[in-house]
């Protein structure tokens, strides 16, 4: 059965603090994994990952993906009580028409 | 202008009416699909059209049928609702092969069945 799996499930952190948000996967035939932050709201696309140690960075947030491990990591440096959202992983897999499956996802709440 | 948009946001009814959301997506992409956000916010996949043509189907109870008139819609039917129906439902769109962006996302309808 595909599964993604996001740890920790939730985290408290300080703003300033540095957090490194995980996600692995099991998965048939894996195309690209993809990271989104959900507030109230729709989720909205972070970054996509479909190589192998290049990382990619967007401002405070940068991502990475270990294929070897099957797995991503999320960091986000000088946390922002605006970083306090749902943070979902999600894979692109299968043959023939892509499938997505997302992880659990790891909420995150940075207090003042 | 609103890439993925879906009405209506917020839906409450009583168990046993049928309701439909409607998804419009103006991207252009040739994807489009359901997914259910438990209350645990776990989002998974109902189902998926690609040009009109049912590809995705997950074992979702046949009380929900999806239609897609043409490629920028697809419309989510539900039958004889139930109190476990209750969720989030986003509508989402993507173009395989140009995945640059991923997924886009609707704003989610909370449908609340009493």
């Known amino acids: 059965e595909d599964k993604v799996v996001q740890s920790p499930l939730s985290l408290v952190v300080h703003e300033g603090d540095t957090v490194t948000l995980n996600c692995s996967y099991e998965v048939t035939n894996f195309r690209s994994l993809l990271w989104y932050k959900q507030e109230k709201k729709a989720p909205t696309f972070l970054f996509m990952l479909?190589?192998?140690?290049i990382e990619k960075k967007s401002g405070r947030l940068s991502s990475i993906l270990d294929k070897k491990e099957l797995s991503s990591i999320l960091n986000i440096t000088a946390t922002q009580t605006g970083d306090s959202a749902i943070y979902l992983c999600?894979?692109?897999?299968?043959?023939?028409?892509?499938?997505?499956?997302f992880g659990t996802g790891t909420k995150l709440q940075v207090i003042p | 202008d609103t890439a993925v948009s879906q009405t209506p946001k917020y839906l409450v009814t009583q168990m046993g009416n049928d309701k439909s959301i409607k998804c419009e997506q103006n991207?252009?992409?040739?994807?489009m699909y359901w997914y259910k956000q438990d209350s645990k916010k776990f989002l998974k996949i109902m189902f998926s059209y690609n040009n009109k043509e049912l590809i995705i189907n997950e074992t979702v109870p046949n009380r929900f049928s999806p239609k897609s008139p043409d490629k920028a819609h697809l419309n989510l039917h539900i039958n004889s609702l139930e109190l476990g129906d209750s969720a989030v439902y986003f509508c989402?769109?993507?173009?395989?092969?140009?995945?640059?962006?991923?997924?886009?996302f609707g704003s989610g309808t909370r449908l609340t069945v009493v």
């Open positions: 999600a894979v692109i897999h299968s043959g023939g028409y892509q499938k997505v499956t």
């Open positions: 479909t190589s192998s140690g």
């Open positions: 989402a769109s993507s173009q395989p092969g140009h995945g640059s962006y991923g997924y886009t």
């Open positions: 991207l252009g992409h040739d994807t």
